[in-house]
């Protein structure tokens, strides 16, 4: 048999080879179960499929906007991801440069002395020098497609690198719109102190007057200093933390805290937590979810890698060829006659390996068992995360509805017990449990209004994005 006859045998034996190992490969399995057709809580929802856009400008608010803005440009995870990026596309530049042959130069000149005394007799020792050029390529053919499935791991693993990038943005966008509700929600329950502390002041005065004018006894006075003084005790928190939450913003949009701190000093309502979300259906909604599209991603490059690991077993086709000039003298490297050439096609085929590529197969069947775990964990903690985040904005929307009828009616119950105190028909404990249950109230509505806020940017964000207004 010749050898280009046996080299033919040996690529038709190695395809059946592969048509075999391809068709072994499992099928990917994603969802174990199907997700929920609708959430556990829709009193307040509404089904439609949202669109990407910019979900924080529901809550219109400039200075909101302005630190997202900044926050995109110049924090530190998002660049550090955009890195990550750029370093997955020159992965895949690099596998498909396996498509095309290596080629190398080479040039230099060699002088070699023989020794005479490797004979019987002594001879005089020989010397010798020449120049030589030479091209020498190298080219792996991809016969059986393992530098494909090579740049198709890589591409997969470039579409993970993004899905992440955008996980990183959508937690960015997030993080920095609860850290500005709690911000405002800090401020508000400052502003809600000093104008306590300010009526508590005057409260103080008609308890102190009354004592004056012997109607009352000095445990009133005593009573009304404490409730103002512990009133009074509560603001060094909240300063410490509007600092601290504004340092937590200058961190996450990537500037120093002394660049935004008059800005975000000044007190602002908190937005409007009244909205009406729009949820479609649960699958086609989490699919764009940055870590599910980076789970499947994954799954994916790690399928392709079980498909290289199965390529091992089957035969490496490569061409080796140089072509080159040497000669004593450099003037004679471009004769006809000292040109030099070779070439070698090679197929070369592992027929043991002490098992090393089959436990490679196995290695990279479970990192895809792994991945698809992974994916559908993923799933499942989207499905949780969605469903949390409206059960917790349901709750607060009633939660608010209630504290408006509680605090008008706190507010009536402190009118009325100093007026009856005015009048010496009620002790002065009806007024210190009213002003405190109107000062608890208040700050009770303030953080269930940025519970509220807090819930929808967190439905936001499991929902990896907002919504078309116009579409609701």
Same mark, same amino acid.
């Given at each position: 048999?010749?050898?280009?006859?046996?080299?033919?045998?040996?690529? +038709?034996?190695?395809?059946?080879?592969?048509?075999?190992?391809?068709?072994?490969?499992?099928?990917?399995?994603?969802?174990?179960?199907?997700?929920?057709?609708?959430?556990?809580? *829709?009193?307040?929802?509404?089904?439609?499929?949202?669109?990407?856009?910019?979900?924080?400008?529901?809550?219109?608010?400039?200075?909101?906007?302005?630190?997202?803005?900044?926050?995109?440009?110049?924090?530190?995870?998002?660049?550090?991801?955009?890195?990550?990026?750029?370093?997955?596309?020159?992965?895949?530049?690099?596998?498909?440069?396996?498509?095309?042959?290596?080629?190398?130069?080479?040039?230099?000149?060699?002088?070699?002395?023989?020794?005479?005394?490797?004979?019987?007799?002594?001879?005089?020792?020989?010397?010798?020098?020449?120049?030589?050029?030479?091209? *020498?390529?190298?080219?792996?053919?991809?016969?059986? %497609?393992?530098?494909?499935?090579?740049?198709?791991?890589?591409?997969?693993?470039?579409?993970?690198?993004?899905?992440?990038?955008? %996980?990183?943005?959508?937690?960015?966008?997030?993080?920095?719109?609860?850290?500005?509700?709690?911000?405002?929600?800090?401020?508000?329950?400052?502003?809600?102190?000093?104008?306590?502390?300010?009526?508590?002041?005057?409260?103080?005065?008609?308890?102190?007057?009354?004592?004056?004018?012997?109607?009352?006894?000095?445990?009133?006075?005593?009573?009304?200093?404490?409730?103002?003084?512990?009133?009074? +005790?509560?603001?060094?928190?909240?300063?410490?933390?509007?600092?601290?939450?504004? *340092?937590?913003?200058?961190?996450?949009?990537?500037?120093?805290?002394?660049?935004?701190?008059? +800005?975000?000093?000044?007190?602002?309502?908190?937005?409007?937590?009244?909205?009406?979300?729009?949820?479609?259906?649960?699958?086609?909604?989490?699919?764009?979810?940055?870590?599910?599209?980076?789970?499947?991603?994954?799954?994916?490059?790690?399928?392709?890698?079980?498909?290289?690991?199965?390529?091992?077993?089957?035969?490496?086709?490569?061409?080796?060829?140089?072509?080159?000039?040497?000669?004593?003298?450099?003037?004679?490297?471009?004769?006809?006659?000292?040109?030099?050439?070779?070439?070698?096609?090679?197929?070369?085929?592992?027929?043991?390996?002490?098992?090393?590529?089959?436990?490679?197969?196995?290695?990279?069947?479970?990192?895809?068992?792994?991945?698809?775990?992974?994916?559908?964990?993923?799933?499942?903690?989207?499905?949780?995360?969605?469903?949390?985040?409206?059960?917790?904005?349901?709750?607060?929307?009633?939660?608010?509805?209630?504290?408006?009828?509680?605090?008008?009616?706190?507010?009536?119950?402190?009118?009325?017990?100093?007026?009856?105190?005015?009048?010496?028909?009620?002790?002065?404990?009806?007024?210190?449990?009213?002003?405190?249950?109107?000062?608890?109230?208040?700050?009770?509505?303030?953080?269930?209004?940025?519970?509220?806020?807090?819930?929808?940017?967190?439905?936001?964000?499991?929902?990896?994005?907002?919504?078309?207004?116009?579409?609701?």
């Amino acid at each position: 048999m010749r050898l280009p006859h046996l080299i033919c045998l040996l690529i +038709a034996t190695a395809s059946l080879c592969a048509a075999k190992l391809n068709a072994e490969t499992p099928r990917q399995k994603y969802l174990d179960k199907d997700m929920p057709q609708n959430w556990a809580y *829709n009193e307040f929802f509404s089904q439609n499929l949202p669109t990407d856009d910019y979900w924080w400008k529901t809550f219109d608010d400039p200075c909101l906007d302005s630190l997202i803005a900044a926050g995109v440009d110049n924090n530190y995870n998002v660049v550090m991801a955009a890195h990550r990026i750029n370093i997955a596309a020159q992965a895949v530049n690099s596998s498909r440069a396996a498509y095309f042959p290596q080629l190398d130069f080479s040039g230099g000149w060699q002088k070699a002395r023989s020794s005479g005394g490797l004979g019987q007799h002594i001879m005089d020792a020989t010397t010798a020098d020449r120049f030589a050029l030479g091209l *020498n390529m190298n080219w792996e053919i991809d016969l059986f %497609g393992k530098i494909t499935q090579k740049v198709k791991a890589s591409k997969k693993a470039y579409d993970a690198s993004q899905a992440e990038y955008a %996980g990183v943005m959508t937690a960015l966008c997030a993080n920095i719109a609860k850290s500005y509700i709690t911000l405002r929600m800090y401020q508000a329950e400052y502003r809600v102190a000093q104008e306590h502390i300010l009526s508590q002041g005057k409260i103080l005065k008609i308890a102190e007057a009354r004592h004056e004018a012997g109607l009352a006894s000095m445990l009133d006075v005593t009573q009304a200093k404490t409730l103002y003084y512990s009133t009074q +005790a509560s603001v060094p928190g909240l300063e410490a933390a509007i600092h601290s939450t504004i *340092n937590s913003i200058a961190t996450l949009t990537g500037v120093y805290p002394d660049s935004i701190y008059a +800005a975000l000093n000044i007190p602002k309502l908190l937005p409007d937590h009244r909205q009406i979300i729009p949820i479609g259906v649960p699958a086609q909604l989490l699919r764009r979810r940055p870590d599910i599209v980076e789970a499947e991603c994954q799954l994916a490059q790690y399928a392709a890698q079980l498909g290289i690991a199965k390529k091992d077993f089957l035969p490496t086709l490569s061409l080796d060829a140089s072509i080159g000039t040497a000669a004593r003298e450099a003037g004679d490297l471009f004769k006809k006659q000292t040109l030099t050439y070779t070439v070698a096609p090679t197929l070369s085929w592992t027929i043991f390996d002490g098992m090393a590529r089959k436990a490679g197969v196995v290695s990279a069947r479970e990192q895809m068992e792994i991945g698809i775990d992974n994916y559908n964990l993923t799933v499942m903690n989207a499905v949780e995360e969605v469903d949390n985040a409206i059960a917790s904005y349901t709750a607060s929307l009633k939660n608010i509805a209630v504290l408006e009828d509680v605090i008008e009616n706190s507010n009536k119950s402190r009118e009325l017990s100093l007026d009856l105190y005015k009048r010496g028909l009620n002790p002065f404990t009806d007024v210190v449990n009213a002003q405190l249950n109107c000062l608890t109230y208040e700050n009770s509505i303030i953080e269930s209004k940025g519970r509220a806020l807090s819930s929808l940017i967190s439905l936001y964000e499991a929902l990896g994005g907002g919504w078309d207004p116009s579409q609701i």
